[in-house]
């Protein structure tokens, strides 16, 4: 790819997590949190440096000291925080967590009048968008204006300077008015895409016909359960123009899709999973290296697999993303890439 200032942009949500210390306790039992920072594109922006993008993201947070936190965080991590603005009147975002492995997470937004759904078309204006290769976007920035709006803005710029555009689909039932809102404004989205990457559920969540087929239990937001056809919604996708469809299938790894070809599965790594909050995510920042880097497809979803393995044995998302060291090792333990 034509050499640019920056590799990588996110856009979107940013928070404080505070992660149950008492892993495998009840959440009536949890004593104690750990402060973290999470939400998609943050994660996304600290695990695509840690590997060694130039990486920067555009969210919002407020005059506050949870702001403060997030953004002394992503300076550590030497993610470009230039764009950042800090909005009056809003507060940054917060997220709890229980981990109650191997599968029970309930998960608690605290995301009224957060500051990231406030990022607007001034915000957008200040990105130079001829400076990056790549710009990861998050479905829940398209859940409410003035982001939503903003966040179409962007696309706009992207597309007109040449920006590679990638849509991490991150469902969030309980973040819009309805969920079946969620598949209106993602079908209107997706033939402006390069590269679409979702889970099973997240994939059906953008063809949702009735309110009933999603189904939360144990308040596991990042985990609902969906009623629907995968494979009709998987060439529905495919039929809107996006280059690619990547379906992220947890221990089974996941498949690329491609108009007019086959189905490509790329294997995943076994782990034994502590926390499953942050893999795809990981998974994003993993893939990313490996497609600008100029990597095949194949390979960068395995990059991508093998983040996402590596983040699920962990205990948070942003703080626990991998380096391109630790990746190499752990993929070389394992018959590599």
């Known amino acids: 790819m034509t050499a640019k200032k920056y590799d990588l942009l996110t856009i979107g949500r940013s928070s404080i997590d505070l992660y149950s210390a008492n892993v495998g306790s009840p959440f009536v039992d949890i004593k104690a949190f750990n402060a973290f920072v999470g939400g998609c594109p943050t994660n996304i922006a600290v695990g695509a440096t840690r590997l060694g993008l130039k990486t920067a993201i555009l969210t919002g947070v407020g005059n506050d000291q949870v702001g403060a936190f997030i953004k002394n965080f992503l300076l550590q991590e030497k993610v470009v925080t230039d764009f950042i603005p800090t909005i009056t009147g809003t507060r940054s975002s917060a997220v709890i967590l229980g981990i109650e ?163 490509v599965k790329v294997p995943g790594f076994p782990v034994e999973v502590l926390n499953v909050l942050g893999a795809g995510d990981a998974f994003a920042g993993g893939f990313s290296y490996g497609y600008l880097n100029g990597w095949d497809l194949y390979k960068s979803v395995r990059m991508g697999n093998a983040c996402g393995a590596i983040i699920v044995t962990r205990e948070g998302c942003a703080n626990f993303m991998p380096t391109l060291e630790e990746v190499m090792a752990f993929t070389d333990e394992r018959g590599g890439l």
Not at 140 to 157: C, G, Q
Not at 174 to 179: A, I, K, R
Not at 189 to 209: D, H, K, R, S
Not at 232 to 252: F, P, Y
């Open 101 to 263: 492995p191997p599968d029970r997470f309930p998960l608690v937004y605290y995301r009224d009048n957060c500051a990231d759904i406030h990022l607007n078309l001034d915000h957008v204006d200040n990105i130079p968008f001829a400076d990056f290769k790549a710009a990861v976007f998050s479905g829940t920035a398209f859940s409410r204006d003035p982001s939503r709006t903003a966040m179409f803005y962007a696309l706009e710029l992207a597309q007109k300077n040449g920006v590679t555009k990638l849509l991490d689909l991150d469902f969030r039932a309980d973040q819009w008015d309805d969920p079946r809102s969620f598949g209106v404004v993602i079908r209107t989205l997706l033939p402006q895409f390069n590269i679409v990457i979702g889970t099973e559920e997240e994939i059906l969540a953008a063809y949702l016909t009735d309110i009933n087929q999603v189904s939360i239990k144990h308040q596991q937001i990042s985990a609902p359960e969906i009623k629907g056809n995968i494979e009709k919604a998987i060439q529905h996708i495919v039929d809107t123009g996006v280059d690619t469809l990547i379906v992220k299938r947890g221990k089974e790894g996941a498949s690329i899709f491609e108009k007019g070809k086959t189905e």
